[in-house]
């Protein structure tokens, strides 16, 4: 069976320092993962997807996420944090056509 | 570029009262998708769409309807509020359906009191 874990629910940083959102899954295919992002009183925007073409994945406003099978694991990282990035994440796994499950999001807090 | 359009943004109910939340997307997106999203809990499918005339059951479809008559549009319906439908939905779309990217509308807040 497919899941999701976003093993923080708000995480802290400081304007200018990286960023690290955590995710874990579980799938007994091969899965196809996500990020998106939202903003305040907004819908979701996909940051990035891993469809099994390249393990690192580059997203938009220069978020990068990590895909690794041996730690079943697809975090969410930025080197520099900006107050624009302030929302809140979602991991998402899919495994087909079948069924896509969200995770219950992490808030991100940039602190000036 | 309208992508996918959500009304009304905001609305009370009382219980017991019916409405019609609507979606349009003009994207001709085969995919469309009513999730509703709960303080820490995600989002969860309501029900959804893999083309006009098609429908079917997500996780939480009691107390709602849909229908797709045309490419474009996917109203949801409420039959009979409860306060249990206060929540935020979304609504989305997709060209290739849960492997691909998924585009939302911005949400529609709903309180039932």
């Known amino acids: 069976a497919q899941s999701v874990t976003q093993l923080d629910s708000h995480v802290s940083v400081s304007e200018g320092t990286p960023v690290l959102l955590r995710c874990n899954y579980s799938s007994s295919y091969s899965p196809s993962l996500f990020w998106y992002v939202q903003h305040p009183n907004k819908g979701l925007q996909l940051l990035l997807k891993?469809?099994?073409?390249?393990?690192l994945v580059k997203g938009i406003n220069g978020f990068e996420a990590e895909f690794k099978k041996s730690e079943t694991s697809f975090h969410l990282t930025k080197p520099s944090a900006h107050m624009s990035d302030a929302a809140e994440y979602f991991c998402?796994?899919?495994?087909?056509?079948?069924?896509?499950?969200f995770g219950k999001g992490t808030r991100l807090h940039i602190l000036p | 570029n309208a992508g996918v359009t959500q009304t009304p943004k905001f609305r009370i109910l009382k219980i017991g009262q019916s409405m019609t939340l609507q979606c349009a997307q003009d994207m001709n997106h085969n995919y469309m998708y009513w999730y509703r999203q709960d303080p820490g809990m995600g989002l969860k499918l309501i029900y959804y769409?893999?083309?006009?005339?098609?429908?079917d059951k997500g996780e939480v479809p009691n107390g709602y309807n849909v229908s797709r008559s045309t490419t474009e549009d996917f109203p949801l319906r409420l039959e009979l509020a409860a306060p249990s439908q206060t929540s935020v939905y979304f609504c989305?779309?997709?060209?290739?359906?849960?492997?691909?990217?998924?585009?939302f509308g911005e949400g529609s807040r709903l309180t039932v009191l």
């Open positions: 989305a779309s997709s060209q290739e359906g849960y492997t691909g990217e998924l585009f």
């Open positions: 769409s893999v083309g006009a005339g098609i429908t």
């Open positions: 998402v796994v899919s495994v087909g056509n079948d069924k896509i499950i």
């Open positions: 891993y469809t099994s073409a390249a393990t």
